[in-house]
């Protein structure tokens, strides 16, 4: 997919997912940088069971993916609620060229059946980087101007272990 209009910060309605995993501090600090751009992020608190089911318990330096069960399905069902009751037409999440291997909500078809679910309502779910691998990503975040991104499920004293799933490729 390419981005065919580019959309200033200012203008996006924000929400960050907030819920207990072992990156949430370096997430934080990417958020706070973001509201420097766009103030009107919204913090939403979701209970999900990541840190107590085997995927975040794998620890720091684990090769491989980390499963949150229903995680993206929750997130991207609370944007479509919220999106909805506000009259916003559309719901765009981070799903990546490089996940789609090991995590089925970040393929295309998974993002046409939300958009699908979500359609009745008047929205439509989209991932605009789902083409793109987390180089890329970073490439263009870079390009941007955005310097505080974090891409590691486990971090290590702060910095990114260099291993997980996440870390490849970036």
């Known amino acids: 997919m390419v981005l065919t209009k580019m959309v200033k910060p200012e203008d996006l309605n924000i929400v960050h997912f907030v819920y207990t995993h072992p990156a949430t501090v370096n997430e934080q600090r990417a958020v706070i940088e973001w509201r420097h751009k766009n ?18 318990s794998k ?43 090991d995590y089925f909500d970040c393929r295309p078809g998974w993002v046409e059946m939300m958009s699908k679910l979500a359609a009745p309502f008047g929205v439509s779910v989209h991932a605009p980087l789902i083409e ?39």
């Open 39 to 56: 103030p009107t992020i919204r913090d939403w608190e979701i209970i999900l069971n990541g840190v107590q089911c085997n995927a975040l």
């Open 59 to 101: 620890g720091p330096g684990f090769k491989g993916p980390r499963v949150v069960p229903g995680r993206n399905a929750v997130f991207v069902s609370h944007a479509i609620n919220i999106a909805a009751s506000h009259g916003i037409d559309e719901v765009w999440y981070g799903a990546n060229k490089d996940d789609q291997i």
């Open 132 to 170: 793109k691998t987390r180089s890329e990503i970073k490439k263009m975040a870079d390009e941007f101007g955005v310097s505080d991104w974090w891409s590691c499920y486990q971090p290590i004293a702060g910095l990114p272990c260099g291993t997980c799933q996440s870390c490849s490729g970036t």
